[in-house]
T-cell receptor, first 119, second 110 residues
Framework: EAGVAQSPRYKIIEKRQSVAFWCNPISGHATLYWYQQILGQGPKLLIQFQNNGVVDDSQLPKDRFSAERLKGVDSTLKIQPAKLEDSAVYLC?????????????????FGPGTRLTVL | DAKTTQPPSMDCAEGRAANLPCNHSTISGNEYVYWYRQIHSQGPQYIIHGLKNNETNEMASLIITEDRKSSTLILPHATLRDTAVYYCIVRVAGNNDMRFGAGTRLTVKP
């Protein structure tokens, strides 16, 4: 079974520029997540999709971040305009269970991440 | 949300068992304990999870105390490739949000 795919793996931009990240989840996984991981910290959830609908975006800085999951499969995360503090690794994860069932149904599988550096 | 407490770092000799503790004293009855690890420059990797019974899989064993206020992840024969940050997470009931803390940085030494 193929894992979660992300691209690009690395991105360097100037502040105030825009950037987009792409994620392809594991086939058949209804739930998709985007996390931000700042150096030395654990991942922080930005947004959660259930199929193509948003379940939770309470921690997404909506003035500059946006995400979509058209057709309930691939997803893109965009930052516009980028700030220095956005430098981080952006992780995509997916899980099988559409709702919280407890236990293994909601186990999340992560992609390798995109390392963003904002200069 | 239940919070977890883990030591920031631990060392382990190669071939020996690595025992990683986690405190989750405010865990609710329907919340699971999950363990993930993150090897340098990779995304977090699922290891194991449990509710109240001890669990074992090909990667590790999870021992949960009877009162569920703490747990221990056991890597029975640690190798150099087990060097990573290990996260203990209590699953927020009602959704799939995984609240990661800072984790424990395990260093396996030859």
């Amino acid at each position: 079974e193929a894992g979660v795919a992300q691209s690009p793996r690395y991105k360097i931009i100037e502040k105030r520029q825009s950037v987009a990240f792409w994620c392809n989840p594991i086939s058949g996984h209804a739930t998709l997540y985007w996390y931000q991981q700042i150096l030395g910290q654990g991942p922080k959830l930005l947004i959660q999709f259930q199929n193509n609908g948003v379940v939770d975006d309470s921690q997404l800085p909506k003035d500059r971040f946006s995400a979509e999951r058209l057709k309930g499969v691939d997803s893109t995360l965009k930052i516009q305009p980028a700030k220095l503090e956005d430098s981080a690794v952006y992780l995509c994860a997916s899980s099988r269970s559409p709702i919280y069932t407890g236990g293994g149904g909601g186990t999340q599988y992560f992609g390798p991440g995109t390392r963003l550096t904002v200069l | 949300d239940a919070k977890t407490t883990q030591p920031p770092s631990m060392d382990c000799a190669e071939g020996r068992a690595a025992n990683l503790p986690c405190n989750h004293s405010t865990i609710s009855g329907n919340e699971y304990v999950y363990w993930y690890r993150q090897i340098h420059s990779q995304g977090p990797q699922y290891i194991i999870h449990g509710l109240k019974n001890n669990e074992t899989n090909e990667m590790a064993s999870l021992i949960i105390t009877e009162d569920r206020k703490s747990s221990t992840l056991i890597l029975p024969h640690a190798t150099l490739r087990d060097t990573a940050v290990y996260y203990c997470i209590v699953r927020v009931a009602g959704n799939n949000d995984m609240r990661f803390g800072a984790g424990t940085r395990l260093t396996v030494k030859p």
